[in-house]
Nanobody, 125 residues
Framework: QVQLTEAGGGWVQTGGSLTLSCTVT????????FGWFRQAPGKDRAFVAA????????YYADSIKGRFTVSRNKAENTMYLQMDNLNPEDTAVYYC??????????????????WGQGTQVTVSS
C-alpha cells in the first residue's frame, strides 16, 4: 500500500509563492509516475503537473506552465510543487497522486491508484 501526504498549502496574495510537498510512504516502484491535480469549488479535479520518479521527466498543464515547477527528492521520498506568481484562479485543493501510469494517462485522474488527502491553497486578489 502507498500513502501520500501533502503539506504546504495556505493563504497567499496575488503574485505570491507557495511550495507544496507530497511525502511518499509504503511500497512503490521506480516505474511509478507522480502527479499534482487541483480541484476548485464546483469544478472537476484538473491536472496540474507530473513527474517521472526515476528519470525526472516533467509534464505540465498549459494553464500553469512557466509558473509552477514540479520536482522530486528521491532520498527524502518527497515530490514538490513550487508555485510562483499565483493568482486567484489558482485557488483550489491540491492533491498528489501516483500509480503505474503510461504517458498518455498522466493527465487523467481515473488512472491514478493512490491519492493524498489534499491541501488547500487560497490566493486573494
Amino acid at each position: 500500500q502507498v500513502q501520500l501526504t501533502e503539506a504546504g498549502g495556505g493563504w497567499v496574495q496575488t503574485g505570491g509563492s507557495l511550495t507544496l510537498s507530497c511525502t511518499v510512504t509504503g511500497r512503490t516502484s521506480s516505474t511509478y509516475r507522480f502527479g499534482w491535480f487541483r480541484q476548485a469549488p464546483g469544478k472537476d479535479r484538473a491536472f496540474v503537473a507530473a513527474i517521472d520518479w526515476n528519470a525526472g521527466y516533467t509534464y505540465y498543464a498549459d494553464s500553469i506552465k512557466g509558473r509552477f515547477t514540479v520536482s522530486r527528492n528521491k532520498a527524502e521520498n518527497t515530490m514538490y510543487l513550487q508555485m510562483d506568481n499565483l493568482n486567484p484562479e489558482d485557488t483550489a485543493v491540491y492533491y498528489c497522486g501516483t500509480g503505474r501510469l503510461i504517458l498518455s494517462s498522466l493527465r487523467d485522474e481515473k488512472y491514478y491508484s493512490f491519492w493524498g488527502q489534499g491541501t488547500q491553497v487560497t490566493v486573494s486578489s
